[in-house]
């Protein structure tokens, strides 16, 4: 992230917090299972576990991802959320875990899904650990979170245990749904979606993940309704935004290649990914430029020519601008969720500045 | 199955239940998702949703996979023991559908997985759909159970509930568990695993939905631990033994072919799966017949010839019959924890049949 748009607050929490994440993701994901980690989490064996092939399959994959990077900035907005609504983040710094370890189930998945080959600067996990291996642990990571509402170490009472229960079933039904409908147009050939159903894809695919956040934030720490509420709007606006600006970022990042022939860019255009600039692009543009957008978008071998066309086509349309301005307005209005939080100042500060860092990021 | 092995009260039975399941199944993912179902399972749209993509992404593929077959027979286990306990198997029908949700969910992943092309005789669901589609719609079947239990149907006692999901968090990690070993020793060249192990990995990816099956019933009638753990205990034998009854039928139907080259047969053989009996076949086998048998497990090329042979190796072993063996010592083993379950007398029947049915059955 460029330094010169984060505060000094910003950082310093982000800094702060993550070292701690990672101790509280290996102890629900330690590095190197051992047994007495295995009869914990899985119960006596009837016979005999392979602690080997927990730790090829599972956890030697999953750290390779987690070393590679990653600023594990919703746990760290989760406990921020808890230490400005005046609760003790190293007492719920186990549930921190419970969203990034999703994303990062997710990230794994996606990257079969979409045909990734390449995740935070390495070989996507499937390609390092055959497509079986990744997928498993992709899997596994959606259910690990679960273990730790069980394990309950923060000793939290079975009615808002329960709550967290439901709330996770409630999000990750709808994140398949958001993926599925991101899938389903992928699969379609012409742009033959709305910006308001883009904008529902984001959402449910990133703005669930978000939502747990807010969430499991205000339920472990007995928080009304309508402060959960605020919670999840703020973090699932936030996402929304944050996600534009990833596409917007994949577009900023061709023009800075634009010319250099030979190097990976514009890898939604390739993808054929439909993003809020080509639907808006492909809406406003003229007949000619829209339809040939839409026939790059769908083209399965897509040239640099091609892709500096579309680049073209969508900077004429206005569309990475609308983008950006879309962007900015939906930080706004996460920013405007936080009102009626009752947030400490330097909290609220911090959350604030979150839905800027999501915006304006430049990686 | 054959009918000849199966007494008129247990084909009765899954004819009865069959068409209540999958009309229950329908009520928690129809076949034509309206708006009125989104609306009710995903809650209000913040912006729209495509409820096309989730007919096409989701709903239709699911549907075809389960109208190609199955006899629903973890959801009629359910049934028959919420009966045999004297619980109103009509109360209870909507959770019948969790482990069966939860297994076809399984069986779509581990098709991508084992790189799998035939599922009931057509194509495997990524083949006919694509391996995104058919991911995400394997994986929202692992979610859409829970809404089960969020909707509470049978208005169960929020400590009721929060025992199936805690039931349901630590088998879903294990079935994770087994998956990710066996997944281990097909990516290995040899046999390097103990029979210990092999039956470990049953129990967790197969037993844990079974297991599944007896907690939930316990569970939802309010049954003491004991009977709790027994019904777990009887289910997660009967799978154990099922996914050797099916390894026996994958030899089986070899057998049958030999000679009809040009056929698909001795699948688990090409594949180089490791089966109880080919960890027995490699254990006691003379050394030159084993490393034989691992030669052509580890094969990526391999041919009529050498599935024969390997056939021959696990024949000449007594492999074949050892297995026939121990499913049938498993399927007694089975019996023996419903010994101290109070079930009726006609229930105890069918769930003793159940242990028959499948390890004697040739489909």
């Known amino acids: 992230m460029r330094g010169d748009i984060l505060s000094w607050g910003m950082r310093e929490t982000l800094a702060e917090w993550r070292p701690a994440v990672d101790e509280a993701i290996a102890r629900v994901l ?7 980690y295995v009869a914990e989490f899985f ?17 030697d994959p999953v750290w390779d991802l987690l070393d590679r990077g990653g600023k594990r900035w919703r746990a760290v907005a989760f406990l921020r959320i808890i230490e400005g609504l005046g609760g003790d983040p190293e007492r719920f710094l186990p549930y921190a875990t419970v969203p990034e370890i999703l994303h990062n189930g997710t990230i794994i998945v996606d990257d079969v899904e979409d045909g990734a080959t390449l995740r935070r600067g390495e070989e996507a996990l499937h390609h390092r650990y055959g497509e079986d291996v990744a997928l498993n642990a992709g899997n596994a990571l959606y259910f690990i979170p679960l273990k730790v509402v069980s394990r309950n170490p923060a000793e939290l009472d079975d009615e808002t245990r329960l709550a967290v229960y439901e709330m996770l079933t409630y999000e990750l039904n709808r994140t398949h749904l958001g993926q599925g409908m991101d899938i389903h147009w992928h699969n379609e050939d012409g742009v033959n979606l709305t910006e308001a159903e883009y904008m529902e894809m984001c959402a449910c695919k990133t703005g669930c993940l978000g939502r747990i956040v807010g969430r499991l934030a205000a339920i472990v720490t007995h928080q009304p309704p309508a402060i959960e509420d605020a919670l999840a709007d703020y973090m699932e606006t936030l996402c929304i935004a944050f996600q534009i600006g990833d596409d917007i970022l994949d577009i900023e990042h061709s023009l800075d290649r634009a010319g250099d022939f030979g190097k990976a860019f514009g890898n939604d ?4 990914k439909k993003t809020l600039m080509t639907v808006h692009a492909v809406e406003n543009a003229e007949a000619d430029a829209a339809s040939r957008l839409e026939t790059i978008l769908a083209s399965d071998d897509t040239t640099d020519e091609m892709v500096l066309d579309a ?6 349309t206005g569309s990475l601008s609308y983008a950006r301005e879309r962007a900015l307005d939906l930080a706004a209005d996460a920013r405007d969720h936080l009102v009626d939080v009752p947030l400490t100042p330097d909290a609220q500060a911090d959350l604030e500045e979150f839905t800027r860092f999501v915006v304006e990021r430049d990686v």
């Open 311 to 316: 680049i073209d086509i969508i900077q004429e």
């Open 269 to 272: 255009i390739h993808e054929g």
């Open 43 to 59: 119960g006596d064996a009837r016979y005999e576990y392979d602690a080997d092939a927990l730790a090829e399959g599972l956890h």
């Open 30 to 36: 330690p590095r190197d299972p051992d047994e007495a």
